[in-house]
């Protein structure tokens, strides 16, 4: 039995309207985001009173009460509910450069700002050339890079021993380095552990789950120890090459799991179509899988280089001095000595660190987002 | 049928030849003594029910599955595991699959210039010179600069063939082109289908189109639990099958 005519014909076709006044709009996302129930309320306005009580202390201790400027301790002993930024200030050729002969400074001066330009020219996406980029940044650049930080008698660059370098820019330097070998290195890992020969993926999975298996800590003093018995004595690596060769395989074994799941998630018929048109292993792999694969798996990529970035300060346990360990030793100058001293120097570190792992999260997030808007 | 001279070779007249394939997945004996000779121009439907083994058999021209027994040669190049031959048979068979397969990260006529410029080394001009000809005559050419993802299933099914095409194969192979489509969309891809099959391509196709197949098809092949039960032209094929599977079959998909 039916409760309406059972036979119904439109006669003309309904009008299009705007969207109701409350369901758009600032005052419509925050009456939904912010105050939609009364527990939301209460939560919305216990933040914005917490912050109301932190963040002026905070940025009060950071900017009016700070001392800006000293050339020594007493003036920031003196004041102690205030960050004692002329303590950084002073420090900051030594926090920048460790024991680089003041002298021969300028060399990493060109090669940070050489390097810098050239990231830049590489990340952004709408760069012209960007091959050109590339090619510039991966084969002239570390020459170049080299020659100029360890020197070189043919261009009458004194010699600066290793052992010398310290500071912000072997910080860069360690992650640069890590970042643009544990990539690659991971991606040869994860094809390896699928490749159909057996004892390719045997060794790529032995490779792995050792690294994985082991602390970061083991892997740098074996990387410090173990390295120059395996190789003779003349081509005994230098003492920053090795914890350099341990930060890349430590991160290769994270970063090929990340790529093996995002090798995973592509669908057969992807291989398969690129097999039908005839594209060998090599081609296919690197035109039609990689691209896909590595485009899924780009936020777990950069979850692995926020990681390396932070493990770089480990590299202190096998003497090298990073800008956390020169930071530790700027600390404990006695000309400085006064409580306020380690906050500044930790807050600073942190900033600093914060600072270059938020820019890699949203440049990463920025690719994803530019990537999703081209193919949807 | 039953055609089981050796000695293939470039001068052979077959397009592809099964000589008593056999194929196992595991233990499943899923296609057994499979022979069939395609010529060159021919085209052929292969239906069957579903689980038959006839997306396996055509997969089985271009190796993207292996046979265990028997000899399979494409365009006078038998099949084995040397992968330079199955490269050369690859190069010359074109393949188009129910799900598209359209590569996402690239646009449609990157799709389409991709093998022209990597495999047949055709400078990146000429290959867009002919992909823009093929995708205009697939009529999808206003789509060339948009990604897979912002097309409709006809749309990118007719892309993928002209991908296919654009390799300029001998040999086009077809695995149940339109069953992933809407049905509104069926007739523009069939359409195209049937273009092709005028210009004289050596075709193979593995459908549920039984009106394509009376249309377009030379022969129209059936195979039901792993093994050929029935070949002859499409109208005696529908109007007299022989066999009685062939007949059980016809009358569930025909209502």
Redesign the interface.
Known sequence: MSLEPVAYVRAAREPEEPPPMLSSGAIAWVRANLFSSIGSSLVTIGCVALAAYLLPQLVAWATTRAIWSASDGPACRQHQDGACWAFVAAKWDYLRFGSYPVAERWRVDVVEAIGAALIVWLLWMNAPRRAWGALLFFVVYPILAFILLRGSSLLGLPIVDTLLWGGIFVSLLTAVIGIVFSLPLGVLLALGRRSPLPAVRMASVVFIEFVRGAPFITILFMANNLLPLFLPEAWAPDRLLRPLAGIVIFSAAYMAEEVRGGLQSL?R??Y?????????YP?MTA??IL??AL?LVIPGIVNNFIGLFMDTTLVSVVGVTDFLEAMNNAIKDPVWAGPTIMTTGYVFAGIFYFAFCDGMARYSAHVERTLAK??? | MGDSSAGADRGDAAAIRFTNVHKWYGSFHVLRNINLTVGRGERIVVCGPSGSGKSTLIRCVNRLEDHQRGSIVVDGVELTDDIKRIDEVRREVGMVFQNFNLFPHLTVLENCTLAPIWVRKMPKRDAEELATRLLAQVKILDQANKYPGQLSGGQQQRAAIARALCMTPKIMLFDEPTSALDPEMVKEVLDTMTALAQEGMTMVVVTHEMGFARQVADRVVFIDRGEIVEVNAPLPFFDHPQHERTRLFLSQILH
């Open positions: 669908n018929g992807q398969e179509a690129a097999m039908a048109l005839g594209l060998n081609r035109l039609i691209p896909q485009t081209g193919r949807r």
